[in-house]
C-alpha cells in the first residue's frame, strides 16, 4: 500500500477516469495475491509502476475494440448504433459467424470479442501463434463487413 497513491495517479494520468484508476490498481494488487508475488523492496516501486502502466494499456485496447466492434456491427461509422437494433444485428452477427466462418476463426472472434481476452491470451489458450491470431481477426472482420454490406 507503500504505493498505492503513485500506482492511481499514474493510472489517472493514462486513463483519465477516477474509477477506472481504482479498478486498475485494484487489479494490479488482486493479481499479486491471487498468484502469491512477493516483492522485493529495492524493486517493488519500479514492478508496481510497470504493472499498473501495462494494466492501463490493457484498458485502453479493450475499449478501443469495443469501439472499434460498435462501429463493425453499425457498419458506417457516422450511422449511431441503435440500441434497439444493437440486439437484432448481434443475433444476426452470431449466427452468421456460426454459419459462415471455420471453427477456428469463431474460437478465435469469440474469445476475442466475447470474453475480451487480448490476443495473446487467445493464442495461448488455443496453442497458436498471437500472428494467427490476427490473421483469422482480420480475415473474419472483412467477410463480416462485407455480409452487413450486402444484406443491410
Same mark, same amino acid.
Given at each position: 500500500?507503500?504505493?498505492?497513491?503513485?500506482?492511481?495517479?499514474?493510472?489517472?494520468?493514462? %486513463?483519465?477516469?477516477?474509477?477506472?484508476?481504482?479498478?486498475?490498481?485494484?487489479?494490479?494488487?488482486?493479481?499479486?495475491?491471487?498468484?502469491?508475488?512477493? %516483492?522485493?523492496?529495492?524493486?517493488?516501486?519500479?514492478?508496481?509502476?510497470?504493472?499498473?502502466?501495462?494494466?492501463?494499456?490493457?484498458?485502453?485496447?479493450?475499449?478501443?475494440?469495443?469501439?472499434?466492434?460498435?462501429? %463493425?456491427?453499425?457498419?458506417?461509422?457516422?450511422?449511431?448504433?441503435?440500441?434497439?437494433?444493437?440486439? %437484432?444485428?448481434?443475433?444476426?452477427?452470431?449466427?452468421?459467424?456460426?454459419?459462415?466462418?471455420?471453427?477456428?476463426?469463431?474460437?478465435?472472434?469469440?474469445?476475442?470479442?466475447?470474453?475480451?481476452?487480448?490476443?495473446?491470451?487467445?493464442?495461448?489458450?488455443?496453442?497458436?501463434?498471437?500472428?494467427?491470431?490476427?490473421?483469422?481477426?482480420?480475415?473474419?472482420?472483412?467477410?463480416?463487413?462485407?455480409?452487413?454490406?450486402?444484406?443491410?
Amino acid at each position: 500500500m507503500t504505493y498505492y497513491q503513485q500506482m492511481y495517479r499514474l493510472a489517472t494520468s493514462i %486513463l483519465y477516469n477516477e474509477d477506472e484508476s481504482k479498478d486498475v490498481v485494484s487489479e494490479v494488487f488482486a493479481r499479486l495475491l491471487n498468484k502469491g508475488i512477493t %516483492l522485493r523492496e529495492e524493486t517493488a516501486e519500479a514492478y508496481l509502476m510497470m504493472s499498473v502502466r501495462n494494466e492501463c494499456r490493457n484498458v485502453l485496447e479493450r475499449k478501443h475494440l469495443h469501439d472499434r466492434f460498435t462501429r %463493425l456491427l453499425s457498419i458506417d461509422a457516422t450511422e449511431p448504433l441503435m440500441v434497439e437494433n444493437e440486439v %437484432l444485428r448481434m443475433e444476426e452477427l452470431m449466427r452468421y459467424i456460426r454459419e459462415h466462418l471455420p471453427s477456428l476463426s469463431q474460437q478465435i472472434f469469440q474469445l476475442r470479442y466475447l470474453q475480451e481476452m487480448t490476443c495473446q491470451e487467445v493464442a495461448n489458450t488455443l496453442g497458436i501463434s498471437r500472428q494467427t491470431v490476427y490473421i483469422h481477426l482480420q480475415q473474419s472482420i472483412e467477410k463480416i463487413r462485407e455480409y452487413f454490406k450486402s444484406n443491410r
